[in-house]
């Protein structure tokens, strides 16, 4: 019969194993959401925060492989730099959480979508992405085209087959744009939360594992 040790030491595996594709996916998502920002055409969209987040999750990463070594070596010197790196991600958890401001967040968006509608202006067919990927037409409606007497772009028609649709896209740009990118936002605001109790979780199986090593060693030292 397995000993609470043993376990322990599995149940700390399986839990770091599993916070490894956890760790994976966060950071394949953030990855696939970089880059539709920079196809969106706005580096300046991409701002400390989304570098922070990639931190976060390669730092979970991290902590994930020393935990699963630690508790697969039953050693506590690794067990503490794993919970260290816990630590430290709450710590980063924390800070974005203390930083959401959903104003600010769509204030951003509208001048991000408003600066790509100004290029489209100068250099037709900047709106090109954003468009397709968000089904919308123009800044606030195809109007915008209309009313200045400019072609709708074929990017603003729903294609299905290599025929468009008779009608353009109803929405303008700016209120998909910044519906979709709330959304997100608020995903991730939640996402960080989630991941907050997840690794407390993890702190404590480790502790809990390293006072049973401790009293191991203390039995043997006898």
Request: one cysteine or more; proline letters at 2%; glycine letters at 8%.
């Amino acid at each position: 019969m397995p000993t609470v040790q043993v376990c322990l030491q599995w149940a700390a595996v399986v839990f770091n194993a599993f916070t490894l594709l956890i760790g994976i996916l966060a950071t394949l998502a953030g990855a696939y959401d970089l880059l539709h920002k920079l196809e969106e055409g706005s580096m300046e969209h991409i701002d400390i925060e989304k570098i922070v987040q990639l931190s976060i999750t390669g730092t979970l990463i991290l902590a994930a492989l020393i935990g699963c070594s630690g508790a697969f070596l039953g050693s506590i010197k690794v067990l503490v730099v794993h919970m260290t790196l816990f630590a430290l991600v709450i710590g980063a958890h924390g800070w974005k959480l203390s930083t959401y401001n959903e104003n600010r967040h769509q204030d951003t968006t509208e001048v991000f979508v408003m600066g790509i509608w100004m290029k489209e202006l100068a250099h037709p067919g900047a709106m090109y992405q954003l468009q397709r990927r968000y089904e919308c037409c123009g800044d606030k409606g195809y109007a915008d085209y209309t009313s200045l007497k400019l072609k709708v772009p074929p990017s603003c028609f729903h294609t299905d087959n290599g025929v468009h649709a008779l009608y353009p896209y109803s929405d303008g740009c700016m209120s998909a744009v910044k519906r979709d990118h709330l959304k997100f936002y608020r995903f991730e605001k939640w996402a960080h939360i989630g991941l907050i109790g997840y690794e407390i979780v993890g702190i404590i199986l480790a502790i809990t594992l390293s006072c049973q090593l401790t009293t191991k060693t203390r039995r043997y030292a006898y």
